[in-house]
């Protein structure tokens, strides 16, 4: 009587004990500390159009920061059909019946084991016999093991919605720049097909010119090669128009089809740019948080492998009616209950075990380094997007300032080639350097652009 007494009271201060041995694993996962600053490097040094407070552009709605109306259109054609978005929308489904999963693994399990059996011995009569027991099974979870699993699987759910709007973010990102991408094709196209008019009525006066004896046919042929050059460049900005066009409309979704779209001159975005402070990549970068919640994740596959080392306590029991050989079937029989505690301890599997352990501590540091890496990335992205801003706007000027001087230099060399100062092959090399600089400035235009959605999507913006 006093073992039997003795087992019990074991039996019930095991668990305690047990709690208090793998205390460690119950520990809720606590974000490592990060060093943010300089995250940025310099951005206050560059330019007085950045805010040097806590505002940030990543709490813009996207339909608030790009108001262009047939933009707006594209972005939620995307968010719609966008093939990748799509799944990791389906994504967080899964990670939420994972979840539900490792819930319903606290509860206990419930079933019926029916089982009948018909048997006869040396041609005697047949005996049946069967039984019909509820069977249920709990285990305890006195070392954390369905803990820490549910604890992974919601730490897997916030990973798969912060990829969600990690995805969400790339997209907005990458339709608004295949978008300006089209209307800095359109501009560009607009001047070379005006440029490759001026230069065929210079082929025409190059050519009544040498007829009059006032010029030779090296002119002539310079000026027409001017405007193969220029055709040809046609050809390649329509080609760049089609392939952007098409690749704009796999990303929404679409067949390949034109796009409907304003022009480059209408848009209107910030001036000023605000970047917050490092410290806020943590919470608005979706792929900062996707690589802690991975991280977290695999700090909760660590003390799932350290549960593996302490006793398992499972409670079964069998309520059913079984009846006695050889009676009929119709006959309800005899109930029966039966109830086992069994506690299982590893003995022979501790190498495995610890196998387990270090594979998943290293698999700990593995997200730990990718979580850090993550945060210098988004910095950096950052850092490059604010002077990719700043220097457009510097080189704007610049250019502004080139393209007057050029236009100039195309009248005067006129002048001077009206008065027999200066040859025709001056005039189409001023013209020549004109449309280069006209062309560029387009470009740089779009650059800026760029740098603001760059910045956006790298500050977390639109997600």
């Known amino acids: ?30 974000r490592p ?19 040097s407070d806590t505002l940030n552009m990543a709490h813009i709605r996207w339909d608030e920061m790009f108001t262009d109306d047939k933009l707006q259109h594209l972005i939620e054609t995307g968010l719609h059909y966008n093939a ?38 040396d041609g005697s009569k047949a005996a049946k016999t069967w039984q019909l027991p509820f069977v249920s099974s709990w285990e305890l979870d006195l ?33 608004a720049n295949l978008y300006y991408t089209l209307l800095m094709l359109d501009q560009q196209l607009e001047i070379s097909e005006s440029t490759l008019e001026i230069w065929e009525d210079n082929v025409r006066v190059m050519e009544a010119l040498k007829q009059a004896g006032m010029t030779n046919e090296a002119g002539v042929v310079q000026s027409r090669a001017n405007v193969y050059q220029v055709e040809a460049s046609l050809y390649d900005l329509r080609q760049q128009i089609r392939e952007t066009e098409n690749a704009l409309a796999i990303l929404l979704g679409y067949t390949p089809q034109y796009i409907e779209r304003n022009t480059l001159a209408e848009q209107q975005l910030p001036d000023s740019l605000q970047a917050g402070i490092p410290a806020q990549l943590l919470s608005n970068r ?55 505690a069994s506690l299982t301890q590893p003995l022979f599997n501790r190498g495995a075990n610890i196998a387990n ?100 999507k790298a500050l977390g913006g639109g997600s």
């Not at 047990?18 to 119950?26: E, P, R």
């Not at 695999?298 to 398992?312: D, G, H, I, L, V």
């Not at 309520?319 to 209950?337: C, D, E, Y």
């Open 84 to 121: 990748d978005l799509l799944t990791a929308k389906l994504r967080i489904e899964e990670a939420e019946a994972t979840l539900m999963a490792s819930r319903l693994a606290f509860l206990p399990s419930l079933g019926i084991s029916a089982e009948g059996t018909i048997s006869s011995f």
């Open 33 to 51: 500390e990060v060093n943010v600053a300089g995250l940025y490097r310099d951005p206050y040094s560059i330019t007085d159009t950045l805010h």
């Open 143 to 175: 070392a954390g093991r369905l803990f820490n699993a549910s604890r992974g699987a919601y730490a897997s759910l916030i990973a798969s919605e912060a990829y969600r709007r990690m995805v969400q973010s790339s997209l907005i990102a990458n339709i």
């Open 357 to 456: 352990l270090r594979i998943a501590k290293a698999q700990q540091e593995e997200a730990l380094i990718s979580f850090n890496q993550a945060l210098l990335t988004a910095g950096q992205e950052v850092s490059d997007a604010l002077y990719q801003f700043e220097a457009s706007n510097e080189r704007i000027i610049e250019y502004n300032a080139q393209i007057e001087e050029l236009e100039k230099a195309v009248v005067y060399t006129q002048a001077l080639f009206r008065t027999g100062d200066a040859s025709y092959l001056e005039i189409l090399t001023a013209q020549q350097s004109l449309l280069s600089a006209r062309l560029t400035e387009v470009n740089e235009q779009y650059n800026r652009l760029q740098a603001i959605v760059n910045l956006y």
């Open 286 to 340: 979706p792929d900062v948080q996707y690589a802690e919640m991975q991280l977290a994740s695999a700090y909760y596959a660590t003390n799932q492998a350290r549960s593996a080392f302490y006793p398992q306590l499972t409670l079964s029991g069998t309520l059913g009616w079984i009846n006695s050989a050889g009676t009929a079937v119709t006959n309800p029989g005899k109930m029966v209950l039966s109830a086992v």
């Open 1 to 30: 009587m006093k073992h039997t007494f003795f087992i019990i009271r074991l039996l019930i201060l095991l668990p305690a004990l047990l709690c208090l041995a793998g205390c460690n694993i119950y520990r809720k996962y606590e």
